[in-house]
Every structure is written in C-alpha cells, then in structure tokens.
C-alpha cells in the first residue's frame, strides 16, 4: 500500500497540486488572511455575542463604525484575493508583479455591476425593495464571498496573459538608466491597455447580450453549485478523509486540501454571515453547513486528525518514556490547534496502528456534526472567522454559541475514546522496546 501511494497515487496528486494555477491560488489566497483576520475581530465588536454589551455598543454609537472596519477588510476578501493570486502568478514568473496585481483589481472592477437594483431599509434592514435603482457605485456584495470564484478567475487570467506579454516581449522598453520603477510602469502599459480593452469587451457582451455581468453569471451557474456540492457529502468527504489521508504519507494535506476548498469555504463563510447578520441563519434560509468556520473548529481543531486524544492518553495513559515525553511537550502546542510534533514525533506519519483513529476522527467528528447542525442540535456557523490558531471552545463559543463550544467538548472527549485502545497498543510496543534496550545496556529503566 504504501508504495503503491507513493508511486502511483501522490505524484498526479502534487503534480496537479504544484501547477501554477494552484500554486498562484495557495499563494495568493495567504495575502488576504491577515485582514481577514482583523476585519473579524471588528465583525465580532459590531456583533457581540452577549447581547447587553452588543446593545450597550450600539446605543453609543460603536457598532457601525466597527461594521466600517469590517467593511474595509473581511467584507472585500474577493478583492484582496484577486491581487493576491494575479501577484503570485507573475511573480512565480520572475517579473514584477505589483502592476499585474493592481491590473487584476482593476479588471475586477470593469466585471463588476454598476447599479444596485435592491435597496435596504437603513432603519429596518430586514426589509428591501426593488422599486429604487442606485446607478455608478460597486456593490460591495461583488467584493466579498459572492465574488471569490470570480476573483480566482480573474487572477489566473490576468497572471497568466500578463506573463505571456512580458515572456514575448511585447512591452515598452526604456533605456537603462530610467529609474526602475518608471520602467516598470510603462513595462506594464501594452500588457495593462489589451487586458482593459478585454475586459471591457467582456463587460459589454454579458450587459448587451445577456443582460447581466459575469460576476453575476459565474456566481449563479459556476459558484453557487459548487458552494452546493462543497455542503454535501463529497464536501464532506474532501475535508475530514483527504487531509488526514495526504498527512499519513508526510504530505501537508491540510494546506493543500485548503488551497483548493479555501475559497468555496470561505464564500460559504460570507453566505452565513449575511444571514446572521440579518437574523435570518437557518438552513431553511439557505445557511451552509460546511464552512471554513466547520473545517476550523472539527475537523481540524487541536491539529489534522484532531490528536488531542491522543495526547491525552500520551499524559494520562502513557508508560513509554517516548510517549510521556512527546505528551508534555504537544500539550501546549495542541491547544493553539498545532500537531507536528505529534505527527512526526510519535509518530503518526507512516504509523499503520495509529493510522486508524487518525483517520477515524476526523470523519467521525464531520459526519456528527454534520447531522448536529442539520438536525438543529446546534446552530449552522454564523459566518466570524477566527484565526486558526483559537483555542477550542473559545473558537465554537465565537462562530457559533455555547451550544457549539459544548458541542466541542464533547466532540474532543469522543477523540480519547477512539484514540486510547489503539495508542495503548502502541505504547505498550515502545514500552517493551525500551525494556529490552535498557536490558541489554544493563539499565534499570524508571516505573
């Protein structure tokens, strides 16, 4: 099996996974993150979760300038990513790639409606209406999750043609002693004015022909389907077996399982919050149950394959020397959802006996939960996103209530009882190893 992995199952797999258009979206979906992550603790002030504060915040006046704060960063993470990816792209290429990443922003742009036909009630935003058209702003809502799957798009595409202009040479060239960055700029101009006039063309045949924008068309024939398959079961399948799969064999299943689902699951992410925000989350609304929020806090939480169990046992169970040391030194780890020392310390990678509950637990936690939210035991996840690093517990109490913080207890105390009988094997081994070494150094080993 493990050669047959090895030789014939992972070298498509990080073929596919090391191409340039993956490469570019794992690389361009990370300048994001760090704004992501301070729009949501904004998106967290704004709404509260304990409602006497949240109500206090808003009498005074703070809610909406926090909603502004969020507005700025979380809330355009489509806009961020396109930077991102087109910037990857060509950089990966060996050019400049600061104009290729403002050229994608601009190309957004040109994709984007310019006219808000349904407009909300600023004093009641549960109501709308279509009677009023708001003409020459961007909607926001493009910007966002809406618009992930048109980003990713966009970024490729520019990445990709921007290169193609500066590999042929199709570029205005200046002389050597002009400043580098007045090259740069008008390197960038031939490459800059056929990608705009594209786009432009592009704009117009989907606004005369079709009656719409392709930001609109991708995001109801291409995104929303697969934002659908990613809620179900293959959804299901990808994030809690592939990861854990990937990581017995060494390889970083979580990074390349979230490079490819990170944007579906986070456009999945903004879905939920809108509905949150507008008191409306439920799966009859149309919530999702899978999210980045569900990858982040089961089925990835205190590591792949959710090894806190394991650790556990490691502290409380364990009589190998190797085991008790590996346990006080991934404790602290575990808690801010890091396991490499227990991947490769113990370890878990290329380990057949643990193999079983590290791939077990993941997918028993997903399905659980899965049904949990779908038989409204807990609620669906309301949208925040909080670093991956969160402690469990304080991470369901944000993105869902006490209801998922509880439901994260139980689910961590599940992971004991599955790991404990197949760690106590394998402790028991290390044991005996570790008695018939010091035997044979004549060394009286410790109790």
Known sequence: MNTFINEKLLPPVMKFVNTRPMTAIKNGMLYPIPFIIIGAIFLILGNFPYQPIADYLTK???????????????????????????????????????????????????????????????????????????????????????????????GLLVGWSYSWFLKKGITIKLPEQVPANVSASFTALIPAAAIIVAATVIYGIFSLGLNTTIVEWIYAVIQTPLQKVTDGPVGLIVITFLPVFLWFF???????????????????????????????????????????????????????????????????????????????????????????????????????????????????????SYLAILFGIIPPMNGSFVPWTTPAVISGLIVGGWKTALWQILMLAMTVAIYWPFARKYDRTLYQQELDNAAAEGITPEA
């Open 60 to 154: 005074i006046g703070l809610s909406p300038i926090f909603a502004q704060a969020y507005n700025g960063s979380f809330a355009v993470m489509a806009l961020l990513s396109v930077f991102g990816i087109a910037y990857s792209w060509v950089h990966n290429e060996g050019y400049e790639a600061v104009s290729a990443g403002l050229l994608a922003v601009i190309v957004d742009f040109i994709l984007q409606p310019n006219v808000i036909t349904t407009v909300t009630n600023i004093a009641d935003p549960t109501k709308t209406s279509t009677k009023f058209m708001v003409s020459n702003v961007i909607d926001k809502t493009w910007l966002g999750g809406k618009g992930m799957l048109m980003a990713i798009i966009v």
């Open 250 to 368: 060494g390889v970083h299943g979580s990074s390349i399982i979230g490079g490819v689902m990170g944007p579906l699951l986070l456009a999945n992410n903004a879905d939920n919050l809108v509905l949150y925000k507008a008191g409306k989350l439920s799966l009859d609304n149309g919530a999702h149950i899978i999210t980045q929020s569900f990858m982040d806090q089961f089925i990835t939480v205190t590591g792949a394959g959710v090894t806190i169990g394991l650790v556990v046992f490691m502290l409380l169970g364990a009589k190998s020397a190797q085991m008790k040391t590996l346990g006080k030194l991934e404790i602290g780890p575990a808690l801010f959802n890091i396991n490499e020392p227990a991947l490769f310390g113990v370890p878990i990678v290329l380990n057949p006996l643990l193999a079983v509950p590290f791939i077990l637990t993941p997918v028993a936690i997903g399905v659980l």
